[in-house]
């Protein structure tokens, strides 16, 4: 299973809302990636588990709280986002990433609207 | 930061013909990958090449790599319409797992 799985694949919630984004990989990658990509734009990287431990946190606003349950599945919890958090959220994930790099496999993406 | 920048930013070309683009970077990298994403989905990985390596073969594609240049292109040969996308290119570094995507080349195959 070469699969990235993404849920949902569209979401849209309001400003007070509080939500989650799921991402399923069973190829036994041990990295995991979220990223976060506005229209026309290249995705950007927000968070980076390795070995289900947070790696990597680019400066996301605490808004979004990333969870590793275990190493095949990545969560992202949404609380009270702006609409201009609106934009397709992308699940990515490896075999690891020290040392040499790997190809990343991407999910299909959630597409989420703020309102 | 090993972001790479790709050029031309759109590309429109027919069916059947050859497509390039191309990747400038700014500092020294372990290796360098190419995706590609179609309208609104996730990206599909198409091909690494390593620092030691100057060319690279995967099907219709050939990437080439010019560490001395900090450059790298893509050439895609025999174009279809389904290959109507957005490609990224993404030099690597040691930076854990960290991929800093160009703004990308919107290629457009007619058919």
């Known amino acids: 299973d070469t699969e990235v799985t993404q849920t949902p694949k569209h979401l849209v919630m309001g400003m007070t809302n509080k939500k989650s984004l799921k991402c399923e990989q069973h190829m036994g990658h041990r990295a995991m990636y979220w990223y976060k990509q506005k229209a026309k734009k290249p995705p950007e990287l927000m968070f980076v588990y390795s070995y289900e431990k947070l790696s990597i946190n680019e400066s996301v606003p605490s808004r979004f709280s990333p969870e590793c349950p275990n190493s095949s599945l990545l969560n992202l919890h949404l609380h009270a986002l702006q609409p201009e958090d609106s934009a397709l959220y992308l699940c990515?994930?490896?075999?690891?990433?020290?040392?040499?790099?790997?190809?990343?496999?991407f999910g299909p993406g959630t597409r989420l609207t703020v309102l | 930061s090993q972001q790479g920048e790709e050029d031309p930013q759109a590309l429109s070309i027919q069916e059947g013909e050859n497509a390039t683009m191309n990747c400038s970077y700014k500092?020294?990298?372990?290796?360098l990958q190419w995706y590609r994403q179609n309208s609104g989905r996730g990206l599909v990985h198409l091909i690494l090449i390593r620092s030691n390596e100057r060319e690279k073969h995967s099907g219709r594609l050939r990437v080439t790599l010019d560490t001395s240049k900090k450059s790298s292109s893509l050439l895609i040969t025999a174009s279809r319409a389904a290959d109507t996308a957005s490609y990224f290119c993404a030099p690597g570094g040691n930076q854990g797992g960290k991929l800093i995507f160009g703004q990308g080349t919107e290629l457009s195959v007619k058919p």
């Open positions: 990515a994930s490896s075999q690891g990433t020290s040392g040499m790099w790997y190809e990343q496999f």
């Open positions: 500092t020294s990298i372990n290796n």
